[in-house]
C-alpha cells in the first residue's frame, strides 16, 4: 500500500529553522519525484518544492526560494524539506504528496497526500 508520512513540524520562532521529513513506503521511491505543498487556515494548498527521482532537478516556489532546499535520500525512503529564515507567513500543515513521474509536474497532478504536519512560527 502506498503511504506518505510526514514529520518534523513544531513550533519555532521567527528566523529559526525545521527539517520536514516524508518518509514513504509501499513503492519503490527512487522512480519517483516528490512534491510538498502547505495550507494555512483559510488558504488553498500551495505546492512549495519538487524533486526528481534522482535529485537533479528540484523547483522552488518563489516564496520559499533562498530560504527552503528539497533533498531525498532514496536508500532512506525518505524526502527531506529543509526550512530555514522561518516567518510567520509560512505557517500551514505540510504536506507531501508523489508525482507518479520521475520529473516535477504541475502541482494539481501530484497525489497521495500524507497527514500532514503543522509547522507554527510565532513568538
Known amino acids: 500500500q502506498l503511504r506518505l508520512v510526514e514529520s518534523g513540524g513544531g513550533l519555532v520562532q521567527p528566523g529559526g529553522s525545521l527539517r520536514l521529513s516524508c518518509a514513504v513506503s509501499?513503492?519503490?521511491?527512487?522512480?519517483?519525484?516528490i512534491g510538498w505543498f502547505r495550507q494555512a487556515p483559510g488558504n488553498e494548498r500551495e505546492g512549495v518544492s519538487c524533486?526528481?527521482?534522482?535529485?537533479?532537478?528540484?523547483n522552488v516556489a518563489d516564496s520559499v526560494k533562498g530560504r527552503f532546499t528539497i533533498s531525498r535520500d532514496n536508500a532512506k525512503n525518505t524526502v527531506y524539506l529543509q526550512m530555514n529564515s522561518l516567518k510567520p507567513e509560512d505557517t500551514a500543515v505540510y504536506y507531501c504528496a508523489i508525482s507518479g513521474s520521475s520529473r516535477c509536474v504541475p502541482w494539481d497532478k501530484y497525489f497521495n497526500w500524507g497527514q500532514g504536519t503543522q509547522v507554527t512560527v510565532s513568538s
Open positions: 509501499g513503492f519503490t521511491l527512487n522512480y519517483y519525484a
Open positions: 524533486i526528481s527521482s534522482s535529485g537533479d532537478t528540484t
